[in-house]
């Protein structure tokens, strides 16, 4: 009989490819999967999908009410349910499944994807990233199975509480057919477009990069996700009368994300050295880019310079500012050469940077599991 793993995250599971991703080579490898994660009230339908998916719907939506309330559902949850692994993403499922997984004496995972309590919305809030961190160094110390996305978080974690830590990157699905862009909206007309996908959070340089619009009259700024900035960077634009030259998509199911990664001239990730989680993201929408043939534009932090300097397959940004953000674009685009170099270059880099180049580290940490 095939062992059974239940996976948990409390993300909306239509937009999370990373976990789609971990869950579905399991599912291929012969495992049985239950993914649960939480259902909003603008949730969209999920696709089908080869694995049990199933979405708590709940009465609270973000702040310490939703995470109490979540975490109850989930320890009753994998209580009342039979699982040969337990695999929990990130530190805001943790509790639950370290709790049930010492009650049954089950096998944990512990899959963390960036570094929770230096994310920036906690920084002004010192009691709740103490409670966070104090969760985090009772039970860390104690897990077995532990990998995250990039060796500068490896190091931080391993240096921390000195039990080894496994890297998983997250990659994109390599493209066995190139996906045909969605048909390019009329009023964008033939101006070159600068891509943000991702999560629309606190230090991500969204809102700067909509003021930098202001000097970039050939260009449009797509913007594709949500997040605790959304409304206020849909705020700015209206305030700087910026309608036609930037555009709010909101979320899209991963499935369908490639089809507008594909239609960039030119990538973005700017996130800024504001916080230890920042400071050695590597964030997945750089590599969704290299996947998409898309030149990219990134911050010098340490793990994305290291990705586009290895590949050159762009360049980075030095300054936050909105004129320099301006200069940075145009100098980009005055060089067609350097561009069309960079191009080429993804063609060469996705053939490496793809999940199923990666998925043997993950098959390999679930088959050493005793």
Known sequence: MAKKIIVSVTTDLVTDQRVHKVCSSLDKEGYAIVLVGRQKNDSAPLSNRLYTAQRFRLIFEKGFLFYMEYNIRLFFFLLFSKADILVANDLDTLLPNYLISKLKNIPLVYDNHEYFT???ELIDRPFVRGVWKGLERFIFPKLKYIYTENESKRKLFEEEYNVPVSVIRNLPMSYTVKPK???RPEWIGDRKIILYQGAVNKDRGIEEMVEAMLYLDEFVFIIIGKGDVYENVHAKILKLKLQNRVRLIGQL??????????????????EKDTNISYRYCLPNKIF??????????????????????????GTFLYSHQAEEIANTVKGIFSNPEKLEEWKKNTVVASAELNWENEESLLLKIYKDIQ
Do not use: R
Not at 255 to 270: K, N, V
């Open 118 to 120: 230096g994310v920036p």
């Open 181 to 183: 862009p969605v048909a």
């Open 253 to 270: 199911p991963f499935e369908s994300l490639p089809q507008y990664t594909s239609l960039a001239t030119l990538g973005i990730s700017i």
């Open 288 to 313: 969704d880019y290299i996947q998409a043939g898309v030149p990219v534009l990134t911050s010098t932090l340490l793990e994305m310079k290291n990705v586009v300097e290895k590949y050159n397959v």
